[in-house]
Structures are given as structure tokens and as C-alpha cells.
């Protein structure tokens, strides 16, 4: 009798950069593509569409949707997904977070069960970046913001104080002569 071990976290599956590097962003959404996916279940492209298929009810558009033949070329383009010469003959599956989750039920085994753990959680650690980018963001505004009055301040500055060193010139009448101050001797 065979008692499986749980997949530590430093005992992954999958490394997760690899994950990560499967995660792109498409219409607004971070998703994962049906032949990234395959790979990372060790499954066929076409087995996984196929218990897609059958289960279409469980994968809502906000879960999952078909890329039109515009993003699959764009994709091909950007991220080398398919080499060159290469096509494709059906357009690819972008899966979100929510999907993700939901093909570990759909395909029912214990490396697609394994692997979509570590993918969650590389989605909660990109999703945790995301919120202290935000917040680092957001202090950087505020800084720029505040520095940018500061910035005009000594602009006003430097100006008053060029206007205070330039000797304007007269204009008008000739200007009033100075008289030497002081005792004057006659000349011999």
C-alpha cells in the first residue's frame, strides 16, 4: 500500500518561473493557454480541449475564452509560441485564474490536481506584487507631485534673484550725475 506524499512548496513540480513565464496578458486578463497548460499536466493539447469541451457549463467567459486569429498571430509574433512555418489548425484557449483552477476537475488527475496548486499560487504571489506595485506607485506620484511644486518654487527663486543681479537699463532722461564727495584741492 502506497501513501502519497503532499508536494511541498520547495518540492514543486514545476519550476515557478516557468509558470510565470506561461502567463500573459490577453484583453485585459492574465491567462494561460491551453498548450502551455497541456505541457504542465504532461496531457495532449487536444485531451485537455476535449474535457473543455465536455464541460463547456463549467468555463463561463470570465473563466475562459478562443482567441481570434489577430491575438494567436500577435502572440506568435511577441512570444515566439509558434516557430516559424508553424501553424496552428484550431485557435488556442486562454484560461484565467478561475479557469485554471477549474480544469483540476475537469481533467481529474493527480499531476493536473499538483501542478494547478502551484500555479494558484504563482497567480496570489503575481496578484500580492501587483498590490505593493500599486502602492509603490502611488507613493512615487505623490512624491513626484510634491517635488514638482517644490521644483517650481526654486524656479521663482533663481528668477527673482538673475532679476536682482541685472542692472536695468535707463530709459528716459539722462540720469542725475553724481557729485564727488569730499574736499577738492586747486591744482598748482
Known amino acids: 500500500m502506497s501513501t502519497k506524499q503532499p508536494v511541498k512548496e520547495s518540492e514543486s513540480l514545476v519550476p515557478v518561473e516557468i509558470i510565470q513565464s506561461k502567463i500573459y496578458m490577453i484583453r485585459g486578463h492574465k491567462v494561460m493557454l491551453d498548450r502551455d497548460l497541456a505541457e504542465l499536466y504532461n496531457e495532449s493539447t487536444s485531451r485537455l480541449k476535449q ?13 475562459m475564452f478562443e482567441l481570434t486569429w489577430e491575438e494567436t498571430e500577435s502572440l506568435r509574433l511577441q512570444f515566439a ?3 516559424r512555418g508553424q501553424h496552428i489548425k484550431y485557435l488556442p484557449f486562454a484560461f484565467t485564474e478561475q479557469g485554471v483552477a477549474m480544469l483540476s476537475s475537469v481533467l481529474n488527475s493527480d499531476r493536473a490536481i499538483e501542478v494547478n496548486i502551484q500555479i494558484m499560487r504563482v497567480f496570489t504571489k503575481l496578484r ?17 507631485r510634491k517635488f514638482q511644486t517644490h521644483d517650481q518654487k526654486i524656479v521663482q527663486i533663481f528668477n527673482t534673484i ?22 577738492i584741492a586747486d591744482k598748482p
Open 51 to 63: 474535457q473543455v469541451r465536455r464541460n463547456f457549463k463549467r468555463f463561463p467567459s470570465d473563466f
Open 81 to 83: 509560441i509558434l516557430k
Open 128 to 144: 500580492e506584487m501587483m498590490i505593493s506595485h500599486k502602492d509603490l506607485a502611488s507613493k512615487i506620484d505623490d512624491l513626484e
Open 162 to 183: 538673475r532679476r536682482m543681479m541685472t542692472i536695468p537699463e535707463q530709459t528716459g532722461p539722462e540720469p542725475y550725475k553724481r557729485h564727488r564727495v569730499g574736499f
